[in-house]
């Protein structure tokens, strides 16, 4: 019996039941002589007359019955593994490794991660937090939150929003230093840097239309970009930051915005980055859809006429 295939034990079991060849040749949409002679090889590979055939009429010999038992759990045992491997197969579970920037993490993500769970009770969460570009083949990153990067063309990217970078500083801080009221006054104040990304150092200011850049050193210096914020959250200085943080921080009156009509708007892209080959995983793209709705309530739509 070793040439029998599954479909041959499921023909089998549909003969039994219907206990007519020219029914299953109907329901298999093929001619009764097709069912006829795979029945007869049935019988050839077990060396046993499983049936009796009449014209009209067909009835199971003795071994036919036992023949039947054993096809019939051959087909059950596989309709229940193909069922427990495909709704396997459609469910969320398993552990996503997500990297996201310190930031990220402390305004975005960490506190909107258990919703995740509990859509899906199934999945689990492994947050890498760091601020440097991580290699994500090698070091085993299903997503990565990034802001600002070009995507590669080894990703897939799904955009997350858009942000800029504005200046704020705590109510304690301002009511002791006085609010500067144009670019030129914050030569009196006491400024945060940022060592870890240079870029944020070059201050952008927008006057009637015509940009300048003031560049800055910092009283203050720092090389994360979670420790600006919270330098200035201390009440440090003034300190140039990612707005979907800043503004959050803002309605919780936290900190103030500075400067705010001189203000670039926002024009970096965030997105969400897998490596192509993983994104149609179910935990992949669960998780990707739920940072969605982690960003959507912050991260402003591109201004009209930016970049």
Known sequence: MKDLSLDDFALFVEIAEAQSLSIVARERNVPASHVSRALARIEVQCGLRLAHRTTHNLSLTGEGEVFLDHAQR??????????????????????????????????????????????????????????????????????????GVPPSETWVARPLGRHGRALYASPAYLRKNGTPRTPADLSSHSLIGNTAVVSHNQWEFLSDGVRSVL????????????AVVALALAGAGVARINDVVGRQLVEQGRLKPVLARYGVPGEHLIYAAILAERHRAPKIRATMDYLQTCFAAFAMPQAPGAR
């Open 215 to 226: 560049p800055v050193q910092g009283q203050i210096r720092v090389n994360s970009s979670a």
């Open 74 to 147: 051959f087909v059950d045992e596989h309709q229940q593994l193909h069922g427990s491997l495909g709704s396997r197969s459609r469910s969320v579970s398993g552990i996503v490794h997500i990297s996201v920037s310190q930031l990220f993490a402390d305004y975005l993500l960490i506190d909107r991660l258990p919703g995740l769970r509990t859509l899906h009770p199934d999945l689990m969460v492994n947050l890498h937090i760091d601020d440097r570009l991580v290699s994500m083949a090698q070091e085993g990153i299903d997503i990565a939150v990034r802001a």
